[in-house]
């Protein structure tokens, strides 16, 4: 039972005269329900990985199929759709927009959805842990922990399946952290399946699968148990 699937996917790109194989076959599956991590070192190929989980991206090659419909040929609108509506991104930059509240924020992607739902957007700030007193607040006069808090709130506008996570501590001090991973397990645990990237191998005691990229490839699939064991 798989949310999204990736089957020899390729991406190649070209910047110049200089093409660069980010991903040079990759294969997974992942699971309904899981925590997945996708670890290894920088350049490796995760963030691209991630975006074409998401159809934030396409691959140059090979099949992408997220909720059981299949991504291949589909237009840019047919594949925002998708987004939309099956996948959340947390950023490690958070992105939100600064021009807005922190509530607008939140109601942005409804409102692209056509769904919008003021008290659903608070119930959702109120999840992550964000206090009422910020809620009128641009983003600029927040802490990162509680600017990432947003960005999850953010995510789950749309109550989607996956929530895709692009080093989504990478900002944050370890406490931060913490609280962000603790977060992300709640949401797993409420039945949200979670994807996320990091570089931190400190981190993936939170997942239950890990996967290792190395050179646009999927060197290793392991337990957390399995990696900590190494390192
Ligand atoms: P990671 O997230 O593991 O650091 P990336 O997916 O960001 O890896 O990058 C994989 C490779 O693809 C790197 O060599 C990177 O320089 C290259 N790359 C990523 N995005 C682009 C892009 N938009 N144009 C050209 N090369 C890119
Ligand atoms: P945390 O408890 O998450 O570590 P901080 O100690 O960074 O948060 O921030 C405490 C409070 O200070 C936050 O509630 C936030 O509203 C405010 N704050 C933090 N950083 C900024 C900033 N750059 N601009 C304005 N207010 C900030």
Redesign the pocket.
């Known amino acids: 039972n798989y949310v999204i699937r990736l089957e020899n996917v390729r991406k190649v790109y070209n910047s110049g005269s200089v093409k660069v194989e980010a991903l040079k076959g990759v294969s997974l599956g992942v699971k309904n329900g899981e925590f997945l991590m996708i670890v290894g070192p920088s350049g490796s190929g995760k963030s691209t990985l991630l975006h074409i989980m998401g159809a934030l991206d396409t691959p140059t090659s090979g099949r992408v199929e997220i909720a059981g419909k299949d991504m291949t040929n589909l237009s840019d609108e047919e594949l925002a759709e998708i987004r939309n509506k099956y996948v959340g991104f947390v950023f490690q930059q958070y992105n939100l927009i600064e021009s807005l509240t922190v509530l607008e924020n939140v109601m942005f992607p409804m409102t692209l959805a056509g769904e919008e739902d003021e008290e659903r957007a608070k119930d959702l700030l109120r999840k992550v842990g964000l ?1 009422e007193e ?1 809620f009128d ?1 641009f983003p ?7 600017q990432q808090r947003v960005a999850i709130a953010r995510a789950l506008a749309n109550d989607p399946e996956v929530i895709l996570a692009d080093e989504p501590t990478g900002q944050l ?1 370890t ?2 952290s913490q ?1 962000i991973m603790k977060l992300l397990e709640k949401l797993n645990d409420s039945g949200h399946t979670i994807v996320m990237v990091t570089h931190d191998l400190s981190l993936v005691r939170w997942a239950d699968r890990v996967i290792l990229l190395r050179d646009g490839r999927i060197e290793r699939e392991m337990s957390p148990e399995e990696l900590d064991a190494e390192v």
Request: hydrophobic residues 5%; aromatic residues 0%.
């Open positions: 206090k910020h607040k600029s006069q927040l802490s990162g922990g509680e001090d406490k931060n609280r």
